[in-house]
């Protein structure tokens, strides 16, 4: 398997963005960020559909870029398979004029049986004479993935791979992101702005601001533990505030933070008593109980007060106080009904010492 | 049982009613007068003695070579140049779009005269050109820079327009599954616009065909050689109204065959793209 270097310096308008990417054959990338943190302009660049002001691009032993030397393969001479995000299907073709179209002409046994074994493995066989505008947005997307595969690329690039369908298929075409890349080993970029799809289908990822990588690491580690706060903010991490570190005890692990009047405790970190440092939790590590528990391990037990109940995006959200530090608590509708929270009520938030993190600015 | 629906549906609206009485009144403005021609000209019944009469089947000839001659050129030189104005940024071309566009709002025989001016014996150009042993004016080349001039922005715009108009996306996929530009342009670009492509065809070709004002002025009247079917039309009016007449009949056949024909590739080509 080829791995891929790519360095890029691109500006347009005020736009500017510079980018060091690194994989191995086997990994799965995935580009997560804001729209206009430049995660399609990467992808075009890549391409060679833009062209950096200043950059390199080598695919295993290749170099399709190189602007030290002046070497730029045109677009057409890369060999990179793009789905993009709205999958750009021919209108005019059959959809196996589609797949066929950047074979070779006329096509061989061996490029029959590999379209063969596409379609078998995309489920698109029954397709194929069918008029791309008469397919169901899970066939268009399945037949974007094939054409593109069908060029037998060195790079599969896929631009929001599964924003514009319905969830149950955004499960499927997951999977078969994930078994595609398993059987025909070639390495991916993915961008996403989707966490779960980060999750299930990265194996490395690049979080992405205004044209600059600000974070890097596994999917899990990076959206579950952000190291940096613009991260935290992309990522939507709900509780992020500054407090003063109190205490530090490297024989259990644990650091002592002042939170206005609470002791917030949270992992053991190379930092000074007397530090102000910002901690992030996600609201769902936040665990809620309506009488205050004991004998539990969680380190942090406070006492609060719910001054707002409402439906987030992912669960119903409840705005605590516990006078002047404020957490943002998500729990699920049945919790809320079978504990019967109401506004105003005085509750128990339950969290571990790891389930805080520290944020550098 | 079904009831009620057929008695529910609104009565016609009063602005549906107007609609149709102008659409009556446009059809009639438009039909009479051609009506009126066919009924004229099958009343004189001497169609097929002015048809072969050696001056109409010249000027027949004429016209249908140099428009045929002039849309190929126009073809040729007008798509690149509507696709380059069409995916550029360029204030300079913009302002190039407005400036090729001017022919179509210009009087044609004001572009008669400047085309004179400009390569006539006593034009810029005219000099250089007699050295060369050329002449243009009051020849069969000046017809076919005739139709050119006046006809060929109403084919560079409905090229630019459809060429802007499709998916550039669309265009750079094909490039990234290994094909070439020029590859791209044939298999996806020109298909994506034929509709386009075509109607300005038929449009330019039409244009050409009823030139009449800068031919006149910049190529004359010459039998066989440069006096087009509008051309002898004029001159029959002069002196014989039933030749006029017939002459007219035959150059309203030829632009609706022209017409449909076009019309009739376009929609095969749509049908059969897939």
């Not at chain 1, 029954?126 to 069908?150: C, D, F, H, K, T």
């Not at chain 1, 992912?314 to 109401?342: N, P, R, W």
Request: glycine content about 6%; charged content about 15%.
């Amino acid at each position: 398997m080829n791995s891929v270097h790519a360095y890029l310096e691109y500006s347009n308008d005020n736009f500017n963005l510079c980018v060091d990417i690194h994989m191995n054959g086997k990994d799965s990338l995935i580009l997560y960020g804001p729209s206009g943190s430049g995660k399609t302009t990467i992808l075009k660049l890549l391409l060679g559909l833009l062209h950096p002001s200043q950059g390199s691009i080598r695919i295993g032993e290749q170099v399709l870029l190189d602007t030290n030397s002046h070497i730029s393969q045109p677009a057409h001479q890369r060999k990179i398979g793009y789905v993009p995000q709205d999958y750009k299907l021919f209108p005019h073709l059959s959809v196996m004029n589609n797949l066929t179209y950047g074979m070779p002409r006329p096509l061989t046994y061996d490029h029959a049986d590999f379209l063969n074994l596409i379609t078998d493995t995309l489920n698109i066989t029954n397709l194929e004479e069918r008029n791309v505008l008469s397919l169901s947005g899970g066939e268009m997307q399945r037949v974007a993935i094939a054409r593109a595969l069908a060029i037998k690329p060195n790079l599969l690039l896929l631009d929001e791979p599964s924003s514009s369908l319905d969830l149950e298929l955004r499960m499927s075409v997951r999977n078969l992101i994930k078994q595609l890349h398993e059987e025909f080993k070639i390495p991916t970029i993915i961008v996403t702005h989707d966490q779960q799809e980060a999750l299930a289908l990265g194996t490395q990822m690049h979080v992405l601001q205004n044209g600059e990588i600000i974070e890097s690491g596994e999917p899990n580690q990076v959206l579950g533990q952000p190291e940096k706060i613009p991260t935290a903010s992309s990522i939507d991490i709900e509780n992020i505030f500054e407090a003063t570190v109190t205490a530090r005890d490297p024989t259990n692990g644990i650091t002592v933070c002042q939170y206005h009047d609470l002791n917030v405790e949270i992992p053991l970190y190379d930092i000074a008593i007397g530090d102000n440092i910002n901690i992030g939790i996600k609201a769902s590590d936040i665990i809620v109980a309506t009488e205050k528990p004991s004998n539990i391990s969680a380190r942090n037990v406070f006492e609060v007060k719910v001054t707002k109940i409402y439906n987030g995006r992912s669960g119903i959200m409840l705005e605590c106080y516990a006078g002047a530090s404020h957490f943002s608590v998500q729990i699920t509708k049945s919790a809320l009904d079978e504990l019967a929270i109401l506004e105003g009520q005085t509750l128990y938030l339950l969290f571990k010492a790891s389930s805080c993190f520290m944020l550098k600015p | 049982m079904i009831k009620g629906k057929a008695i529910q549906q609104n009565p016609a609206k009063p602005s549906h009613a107007l609609g149709a009485l102008i659409i009556i009144v446009y059809v009639f403005f438009i039909g009479l007068p051609l009506l009126a021609l066919i009924i004229k000209t099958a009343s004189s019944g001497s169609l097929l003695n002015v048809l072969f009469s050696s001056t109409t089947l010249q000027a027949i000839k004429l016209s249908i070579i140099t428009s045929l001659i002039s849309i190929i050129i126009i073809v040729i030189i007008g798509t690149p140049v509507a696709y380059i104005i069409s995916r550029s940024d360029s204030k300079i071309l913009k302002i190039l779009d407005i400036f090729i566009e001017l022919p179509i709002i210009l009087p044609p025989i004001v572009a008669g005269v400047a085309m004179l001016m400009a390569f006539g014996r006593q034009g810029i150009l005219g000099g250089t050109l007699e050295q060369l042993g050329i002449t243009i004016p009051f020849t069969t080349t000046a017809v076919i820079f005739a139709q050119i001039f006046v006809s060929a922005p109403f084919y560079i715009r409905s090229a630019r327009i459809s060429f802007g108009a499709i998916d550039k996306d669309l265009e750079d996929l094909s490039r990234t599954l290994g094909k070439s530009p020029w590859h791209t342009f044939w298999n996806i670009t020109i298909p994506l616009t034929w509709t386009g492509l075509t109607t300005g065809i038929a449009l330019s070709w039409a244009r050409s065909l009823s030139e009449f004002g800068a031919t006149l002025m910049f190529a004359g009247n010459m039998i066989g050689e440069t006096q087009t079917m509008p051309l002898g039309i004029m001159t029959a009016m002069e002196t014989d109204l039933n030749t006029a007449l017939n002459l007219s009949l035959v150059l309203l056949m030829i632009s609706v065959i022209i017409l449909l024909g076009i019309h009739f590739l376009s929609s095969k080509f749509s049908r059969t793209r897939v």
